[in-house]
């Protein structure tokens, strides 16, 4: 089956940088994703990686190693806008077509 | 650009009834995927259309159904609601460029759905 694991929580100080995990299994991985989501608000798309390596764009990077099925999304100097969940999702050619698996989500506080 | 828009944004219903809740993608997306999502949870996958046909299904049973139109706006049904149905349902569009294209996905708000 199809599973991605993050932590639930991560908690860091304005200003500083915050490493978010995520391992995946999946039976036909194509890539993955990463999107930021507020309270109340709709899912944002932040990055996507196909790739080893990694993707910078502004303050957000994301990496990806396919041999190890993982990746991360790293945030550099933090603001307290940055408090909201973050998924990864990998996209999965497998049986039953095209899907993407979306993790349970990792909730960033960023404290003053 | 319009972006992606879905109505209703809330509903009630209660249990047994049918709903059908819409979403009209982003300008020059021929791809639309279907997301119930729990509080608390990341979005599950319910389907994606892609031309107007169903091109990939997540765990969901039969009595969740969807349309896709010849404009690419969408429709998601779902018929004999449970209580368990109560989430929120996020459509995304996308363009089937391919690579980083293909998998931008921007998503509509949302409808919140209330089974009773």
């Known amino acids: 089956g199809q599973s991605l694991e993050q932590p639930s929580e991560v908690t860091a100080v304005e200003g500083a940088i915050v490493q978010i995990n995520c391992t995946y299994q999946?039976?036909?991985?194509?890539?993955l994703s990463w999107y930021q989501q507020h309270d109340g608000g709709a899912p944002t798309f932040l990055s996507y990686?196909?790739?080893?390596g990694l993707e910078e764009t502004g303050r957000f990077s994301s990496f990806l190693s396919r041999s190890d099925s993982y990746g991360y999304l790293l945030l550099q100097e933090l603001q307290m806008k940055d408090s909201a969940s973050y998924f990864c999702?990998?996209?999965?050619?497998?049986?039953?077509?095209?899907?993407?698996?979306f993790g349970a989500g990792t909730r960033l506080f960023v404290k003053a | 650009e319009t972006g992606v828009t879905q109505s209703p944004t809330h509903l009630i219903k209660t249990r047994g009834q049918q709903v059908t809740l819409r979403c009209s993608s982003q300008?020059?997306?021929?791809?639309v995927s279907w997301y119930q999502q729990a509080l608390g949870q990341g979005p599950q996958f319910i389907f994606q259309?892609?031309?107007?046909?169903?091109?990939g299904r997540g765990n969901f049973p039969p009595r969740f159904s969807g349309l896709q139109f010849p404009n690419y706006s969408s429709e998601l049904n779902v018929n004999a609601l449970e209580l368990d149905d109560s989430a929120l349902y996020l459509c995304?569009?996308?363009?089937?460029?391919?690579?980083?294209?293909?998998?931008?996905?921007?998503f509509g708000p949302g409808t919140r759905l209330l089974v009773l």
């Open positions: 995304a569009s996308s363009s089937r460029g391919g690579g980083r294209e293909q998998e931008t996905q921007y």
């Open positions: 999946t039976s036909g991985f194509y890539g």
């Open positions: 990686n196909a790739l080893d």
């Open positions: 999702a990998v996209r999965d050619g497998g049986t039953g077509g095209f899907k993407t698996i």
């Open positions: 300008s020059g997306h021929n791809t």
């Open positions: 259309y892609y031309r107007e046909e169903e091109n």
